[in-house]
């Protein structure tokens, strides 16, 4: 399996470096892979991981401090964590959205997300990956509404991580950070959680039993789902 984690904190480009170890710490932390109250890596391994200076890497993870995503602490058990409670989406915009780029984030989850559900079942998983499948399935079933999103991103990457390639790990990560932009500036309704959450667990089912072409069917029906709800609020 490979995980979210490598697949995220990957070297960055030269030429934006600040501003690339920003967005990829963050990407970490608002997909659910390092969870609130969790440690990130130590400096010296993200420094390494992501190809910056310790310099760079401190005026990221300061940056984010002050934005509230993470706090450090001093002493043996020290490091930084990620903050309990993490600051609010930006209230939801009234700009309109960008048309072609609305549909083109759309259009690129689905063509990944349900080509890695029906990649996912066709492998012979093993033990972990599938105690992987099943433990992120129920956070996300768990989770109140304050953290569901999070959990939920969780498992779509979880079903990404067990195809067992990473180029699609971080193509999955990338575009589920867009789709994540876009329910930000929508409301969360719990009726729709309840139907979510039916459909994910139909697709981990699915991806557990074997069945690429149900599996797949499971996760277009999900998607379809999510990109309806964000064209009647956005589009």
């Given at each position: 399996m490979v995980s979210a984690n490598e697949a995220l904190f990957r070297p960055v480009r030269a030429g934006n470096a600040f501003e690339e170890t920003v967005e990829r710490l963050l990407q970490a932390i608002r997909l659910g892979v390092v969870g609130a109250g969790e440690r990130l890596p130590s400096e010296r391994e993200l420094a390494e991981r992501l190809g910056v200076s310790r310099v760079t890497l401190r005026e990221a993870?300061?940056?984010?401090?002050?934005?509230?995503?993470?706090?450090?602490?001093r002493g043996r058990y020290g490091g930084t964590f990620v903050s309990e409670v993490l600051p609010e989406p930006a209230a939801r915009a009234t700009a309109a959205v960008d048309a072609a780029a609305f549909e083109d984030a759309l259009c690129l989850r689905y063509?990944?997300?349900?080509?890695?559900?029906?990649?996912?079942?066709?492998?012979?998983?093993?033990?972990?990956?599938?105690?992987?499948?099943?433990?992120?399935?129920?956070?996300?079933?768990?989770?109140?509404?304050?953290?569901?999103?999070?959990?939920?991103?969780?498992?779509?990457?979880?079903?990404?991580?067990?195809?067992?390639?990473?180029?699609?790990?971080?193509?999955?990560?990338?575009?589920?950070?867009?789709?994540?932009?876009?329910?930000?500036?929508?409301p969360l309704l719990e009726p729709n959680l309840e139907h979510s959450n039916a459909q994910h667990e139909a697709i981990v089912d699915a991806i557990l039993a074997g069945d690429p072409e149900a599996a797949r069917q499971a996760m277009a029906e999900h998607v379809e789902g999510t990109a309806s709800l964000l064209r009647a609020f956005l589009a």
């Amino acid at each position: 399996m490979v995980s979210a984690n490598e697949a995220l904190f990957r070297p960055v480009r030269a030429g934006n470096a600040f501003e690339e170890t920003v967005e990829r710490l963050l990407q970490a932390i608002r997909l659910g892979v390092v969870g609130a109250g969790e440690r990130l890596p130590s400096e010296r391994e993200l420094a390494e991981r992501l190809g910056v200076s310790r310099v760079t890497l401190r005026e990221a993870i300061r940056a984010l401090a002050d934005a509230g995503y993470v706090v450090s602490r001093r002493g043996r058990y020290g490091g930084t964590f990620v903050s309990e409670v993490l600051p609010e989406p930006a209230a939801r915009a009234t700009a309109a959205v960008d048309a072609a780029a609305f549909e083109d984030a759309l259009c690129l989850r689905y063509v990944l997300e349900t080509g890695a559900a029906e990649a996912a079942a066709a492998r012979t998983l093993s033990p972990g990956d599938r105690q992987h499948l099943t433990g992120t399935l129920a956070e996300a079933e768990a989770a109140g509404l304050g953290d569901y999103r999070r959990r939920d991103a969780r498992l779509h990457l979880a079903i990404a991580e067990v195809t067992a390639s990473g180029s699609l790990t971080t193509a999955v990560a990338d575009a589920r950070t867009r789709v994540s932009q876009l329910l930000d500036r929508i409301p969360l309704l719990e009726p729709n959680l309840e139907h979510s959450n039916a459909q994910h667990e139909a697709i981990v089912d699915a991806i557990l039993a074997g069945d690429p072409e149900a599996a797949r069917q499971a996760m277009a029906e999900h998607v379809e789902g999510t990109a309806s709800l964000l064209r009647a609020f956005l589009a």
